[in-house]
C-alpha cells in the first residue's frame, strides 16, 4: 500500500493539470473574496451594516456563495477535476498497463488514487476558504465576525463536500474510462439534469405534490452540506440537515465507488 | 534464474477465441522471440501473463504468478506498448513515479536514461519525442527495478536502424547476464539476429517452439544448387536413384534434392563432372515463418493485383 501512496503522491505532483488546476481554484476563490470583500466594504462604509446584512457573510465569504445553498462551490468543482484526471490520464494515455505492471494490486492502485485526490483537494479546498477568510477579514473586520463558530462549521463541512464531489467524480470516470464524458456529465448532473427534474415535477400534474422528493437528488443534497441560509427541520426532513446531505450525497458517491470498483477489478486493463 | 512457464493461457473476446491453451517457456540467459501474424494473440498472451486481461491458464515467474511479486518491477520489466505515458509529463518524472511504486531510489531513474542514452532529454515532455526515443523511455522504465525477467512487445518499433542494432546489442547483453527475455518482433530478419528461441503463434494457438536453428530446419528443403557446365551428364548421373529428385533453378542451374553437397560433389568427382558451384539451401526465418503460418492469418490482404492495370485496359 505504501508504494502505491508513493506512487500516487508522486503522479499527482509530476502532472501539470494538477498545479494549474489548484491554481485556477485558489485564483478563483481569491478573486471572488476580494470582490466581495470590497463590494461589502464599499456598501457597509456608506450605509452601515445590519445583522440582516452580516448574517451569514463569513459562510459565505469562504465558500464563494455556496453556503446560500442555491449555487454550488465552484472551487470543489474545479479541483474535483484533479480526480477525474487521476483515472481519466490512465485510460486516455494507455498508462493503465504501466501502472499496473508497476503495481500489480488493482486494490492498492485503486485505494492510492482516492486517498491521495481527497487529501489534495481537502487542503487545497481548506487554503482557499482561509485565504478567503483572511481576505474578508482585511475588507470587513469592522462588520464582520469572518471565523465565528458557523464559518469554522462551515469549512468543515465545504471541505467534506469537495471529497465528497471528487470521489463521486473519480468514480464516474472510472466506471466510463472516460474523462471527457466525466467531466461534461459532472457539470451537467447539476446544473441541467438536476433542473430538468425540478421542472419535471413542477409541470406534471400527478409529480406535484411529491416534490418532496427531490430534496434526494443528490447534488440538492450537497448543497445542504453548507446552506446556512436555510434551516434544516430534520435529517432527512425538508429541508434536510447537513448530515442528511453529506448521508444522501456521500451515498451516491460511495455507492459508485464501489461499482467503479468492482468493475475495475474484473475489467482487462 | 528467471522461468517463465505459461501453462493453458487462453482468452476469448465475445466468444471468439483469442489465444488457445497456450503453453511455453522462457528460459534464462536467452532471448525469446515470440512470433505471430497479426491478429494471432501475441499481445493478448503477454498481457494474460502479466495478469492485466482476465483468462485461463498461469504464467509464473520462478515459480510464482507475478500478483504476488513484491514490488514487481524489480522481477519483471515490461514493455506492452508504444509511448505509454502522460504527453506532458517529463520524461524523469515518469520514471520517478514508476520508481516510487518499487521504492526505487531516484538514483536509478539516472542510470536506466543513462543506459538508454536519453540523459539530454530527461527534462522534455515525451510529446516531443520521436517514436524510437519513446521506445527507449519505455525500455527505460522495464529497466528501472534491475528485472531478471524482460517481456517486450514490438520493442523495436518506429527505431531507425541504428537503433534497432543497438536494440538488438542491447538484449542480447542481458540475456547474456542471465536474464530471461521475452520480446515480440514482426522484423524477422532482426529476430533471426535477436533470439536463440521461438515461440511461434497463429490464431491464438501454439504453432511451434524451440531453437531458432530448429525451426528454420523444419521449413528447409534440404536441397543444393549446383552449377555445372556438364548439365546432362550430372543429370544422367543423378536420374533414377533412390530419394533423389532433379530440378531446374531459375537460371538453369540444377536443384538436387535428397543429397548434401558433400555426397554431391564425391559423385560428380568420381564421374569426372566438373562442378562450378555447390551451395546448400537452406530456408530465412521469413520464409521459415510463412510457412509455418500459411492459413493462420488472421486478416489477409487482397491478393496483390496484375501490373496490366484495371479491367478493361492494358497497359500499353
Known amino acids: 500500500m505504501n508504494d502505491a501512496l508513493r506512487y500516487e503522491w508522486t503522479r499527482i505532483r509530476t502532472i501539470r493539470s494538477t498545479w494549474w488546476l489548484t491554481g485556477s481554484a485558489l485564483g478563483v476563490a481569491l478573486l471572488i473574496s476580494v470582490l466581495l470583500g470590497w463590494v461589502g466594504h464599499h456598501d457597509f462604509s456608506r450605509n452601515g451594516a445590519s445583522a440582516d446584512d452580516v448574517e451569514g457573510f463569513g459562510p459565505f465569504l469562504v465558500t464563494q456563495f455556496a453556503a446560500s445553498g442555491a449555487i454550488p462551490s465552484l472551487v470543489g468543482f474545479l479541483v474535483a477535476m484533479i480526480g477525474i484526471f487521476a483515472w481519466g490520464h490512465e485510460y486516455r494515455h494507455g498508462m493503465i498497463r504501466a501502472s499496473l505492471t508497476a503495481l500489480n494490486s488493482r486494490q492498492a492502485l485503486w485505494t492510492a488514487k482516492y486517498v491521495v485526490v481527497a487529501v489534495w483537494v481537502a487542503v487545497v479546498s481548506l487554503v482557499a476558504m482561509l485565504m478567503s477568510g483572511l481576505i474578508g477579514l482585511v475588507y470587513l473586520h469592522r462588520w464582520v465576525t469572518v471565523f465565528d463558530g458557523e464559518t469554522w462549521s462551515v469549512i468543515a463541512w465545504q471541505t467534506l463536500s469537495t471529497v465528497l464531489l471528487t470521489w463521486l467524480a473519480m468514480a464516474f470516470t472510472a466506471l466510463t474510462r472516460s474523462q471527457a464524458f466525466a467531466l461534461v456529465t459532472i457539470f451537467l448532473w447539476p446544473l441541467l439534469i438536476e433542473s430538468l427534474f425540478n421542472v419535471f415535477f413542477q409541470l406534471v400534474p400527478g409529480l406535484r405534490d411529491h416534490q418532496d422528493v427531490l430534496r434526494f437528488l443528490p447534488f440538492a443534497a450537497q448543497r445542504r452540506m453548507v446552506d446556512v441560509l436555510n434551516d434544516a427541520s430534520s435529517t432527512f426532513g425538508e429541508p434536510m440537515s447537513a448530515v442528511g446531505g453529506a448521508l444522501v450525497f456521500g451515498g451516491v458517491a460511495v455507492a459508485l465507488m464501489a461499482a467503479s470498483y468492482v468493475l475495475f477489478a474484473k475489467r482487462d486493463a | 534464474m528467471a522461468l517463465i512457464e505459461a501453462r493453458g493461457l487462453a482468452k476469448a473476446y465475445d466468444g471468439k477465441p ?220 543423378l536420374a533414377g536413384r533412390e530419394g533423389v529428385t532433379v530440378e531446374t533453378g531459375p537460371e538453369g542451374e540444377v536443384v538436387v534434392t535428397g543429397l548434401d553437397a558433400r555426397e554431391i560433389g564425391d559423385l560428380a568427382f568420381d564421374h569426372r563432372i566438373r562442378l562450378h558451384r555447390l551451395a546448400p539451401q537452406t530456408a530465412t526465418l521469413e520464409e521459415a515463418f510463412l510457412a509455418a503460418t500459411e492459413g493462420d492469418e488472421e486478416f489477409q490482404a487482397a491478393v496483390v493485383p496484375h501490373p496490366q492495370g484495371p479491367t478493361g485496359w492494358a497497359r500499353e
Open chain 2, 18 to 237: 483469442a489465444v488457445r491453451d497456450l503453453s511455453f517457456e522462457v528460459r534464462p540467459g536467452s532471448v525469446t522471440g515470440f512470433l505471430g501474424p497479426n491478429g494471432a494473440g501475441k499481445s493478448t498472451t503477454m498481457r494474460l501473463m502479466l495478469q492485466l486481461d482476465n483468462g485461463a491458464g498461469s504464467t509464473t515467474f520462478d515459480g510464482q504468478p507475478f500478483s504476488a511479486l513484491r514490488q514487481p518491477m524489480r522481477h519483471v520489466g515490461a514493455l506492452l506498448e508504444a509511448k505509454p505515458f502522460h504527453p506532458t509529463r517529463k520524461a524523469r518524472n515518469h520514471l520517478r513515479m514508476l520508481a516510487a511504486a518499487n521504492g526505487l531510489p531516484t538514483s536509478r531513474v539516472d542510470e536506466v536514461l543513462r543506459l538508454v542514452g536519453l540523459t539530454e532529454v530527461a527534462g522534455n515532455k515525451p510529446k516531443t519525442f520521436s517514436m524510437g526515443m519513446g521506445q527507449r523511455l519505455g525500455l527505460a522504465g522495464a529497466l528501472l527495478g534491475d528485472p531478471h525477467t524482460l517481456i517486450l512487445d514490438e520493442p523495436a518499433n518506429g527505431l531507425d536502424p541504428q537503433g534497432i542494432q543497438w536494440m538488438r546489442q542491447f538484449l542480447k547483453a542481458l540475456a547474456g547476464e542471465g536474464r530471461s527475455v521475452f520480446v515480440s518482433s514482426h522484423l524477422l530478419s532482426e529476430m533471426a539476429l535477436l533470439a536463440d528461441e521461438l515461440v511461434v503463434i497463429g490464431r491464438g494457438r501454439m504453432i511451434s517452439s524451440g531453437p531458432v536453428s530448429s525451426f528454420i530446419e523444419g521449413a528447409s528443403h534440404k536441397s543444393v544448387l549446383v552449377h555445372t557446365p556438364q548439365v546432362p551428364e550430372l543429370r544422367a548421373l
